[in-house]
């Protein structure tokens, strides 16, 4: 048995015996939305404007017990979607979950990430969450995804970064002396955990960490296990993440949370700082920011394979003559008050709201300014906050 196989067959028995997300399955649609699993919203996001086409393939590419499967269902009214993963009594669960949903558009396979030629044809959009570094070779397992893309198609990752999870990382060594040869007993090393948590002084660095970050999720063992008892886990910083990101073959397209990536907010108060970071790579000042502010227990990001198209609506016949859409990602619309894509709130000015009001995906930009008043650099404003989707002619 290869080396690779010993990791997949203790991974799948982690989730065998820990299903994971945890979610409870619902006899409806699951509440809200995560916008990075909506199509509309993330190809928006990636290229400044609406996709031309809502009928994709859509890969769920280690979808666990079905959590985001089923939203990738609901989000995404005219995709075909399909998830794999290894533990197979985790997929049951994911059949279970999107089938009382009614989230019929799936199917699933067990299936290795490393098997994935095995699937028929190519997908639109690729959604990898928390899978990759829980294999041994990660290269591996992007470059095999990475062949399942279309051309012009987006590829959501995340991956677990060493900075934000330094405390899990020693918490984890921790259980595994311990458990000694019992080590993959993953129950045990469930009961070690919580034995050691309430053991130690409440003043410990390991238990502050938790009761500040990931307690209250942490009180179901099956986060608990997932985050602690894993038997394989890679984490990364900047410059390892760049690295399997170049291997991939595809192009970086950008961090779906730029707001944390922002140097001005850490060095701003001294321009002589912000000159100096001037002459850094785009790269190393990704760096800089991380070491400057090392919360970042995770990256999360997209990928695309070229040509991926963006808008430019500089020009302002090019803005004038596109159709607005309301992004579907925003909660509260219509009123002045609506949470956006990432459920932070937006006040909207009567301006902004009457605007949005307009924008019935068939007016262009230049009508529906006929009739409100408002202008195209708050029109600007509303693309920029994710807040509208454009259409170009």
């Known amino acids: 048995m290869s080396d690779t196989q010993k990791v997949s067959e203790k991974v799948a028995k982690l989730y065998d015996t820990y299903p994971f997300p945890p979610e409870p399955i619902l006899d409806e649609a699951p509440p809200g939305y995560n916008w990075r699993w909506n199509w509309l919203a993330a190809y928006n996001f990636c290229t400044g404007m609406k996709p031309q086409k809502r009928d994709i393939r859509i890969l769920d590419a280690g979808c666990g017990s079905g959590v985001g499967t089923e939203y990738l269902v609901h989000l995404n009214t005219e995709a075909q979607v399909v998830g794999i993963d290894l533990s197979a009594g985790t997929l049951e669960i994911a059949r279970e979950r999107c089938q009382r949903s009614g989230a019929n558009r799936v199917e699933f396979h067990q299936l290795s990430l490393f098997d994935v030629e095995q699937l028929p044809g190519e997908f639109d959009l690729i959604n990898c969450v928390g899978v990759l570094h829980h294999t041994d070779d990660p290269i591996r397992g992007i470059q095999a995804l990475a062949k399942k893309l279309a051309p012009g198609g987006l590829f959501h990752i995340f991956v677990y970064g060493e900075l934000g999870r330094w405390e899990i990382q ?6 595994a002396l311990l458990q000694g040869d019992k080590r993959g007993d993953y129950k045990d090393g469930v009961k070690v955990g919580r034995q050691i948590f309430a053991s130690l002084p409440e003043n410990n660095r390991i238990v502050k960490r938790d009761k500040e970050r990931w307690s209250l999720e942490n009180h179901r063992d099956e986060n608990f296990a997932d985050m602690y008892v894993h038997p394989q886990e890679i984490d990364y910083n900047i ?3 760049f690295e399997l990101i170049d291997a991939s073959g595809l192009e970086f397209v950008g961090f779906s949370n730029p707001g944390f990536w922002d140097l001005q907010a850490l060095l701003g108060k001294s321009p002589e700082l912000m000159e ?18 090392p919360e970042t227990s995770h990256y999360e990001f997209f990928l695309a394979r070229p040509p991926l198209n963006k808008a430019n609506w500089s020009s302002n016949s090019t803005l004038l003559s596109a159709i607005p859409e309301v992004s579907p990602c925003i909660d509260g619309f219509p009123s002045q008050t609506i949470f956006n894509y990432d459920y932070k709130i937006v006040n909207l000015s009567n301006a902004e709201l009457a605007f949005m009001q307009a924008c019935d995906s068939s007016k262009t930009v230049d009508e529906i300014l006929k009739s409100v008043d408002f202008n195209l650099d708050g029109v600007r404003r509303l693309i920029e906050q994710q807040l509208i989707m454009m259409a170009p002619m």
């Open 170 to 175: 020693l918490m984890q060594r921790a259980v």
């Open 239 to 241: 410059d390892t993440l």
């Open 276 to 293: 100096r970071a001037e002459s850094l790579t785009e790269r190393q000042r990704y760096r800089l920011i991380e070491l400057l502010n």
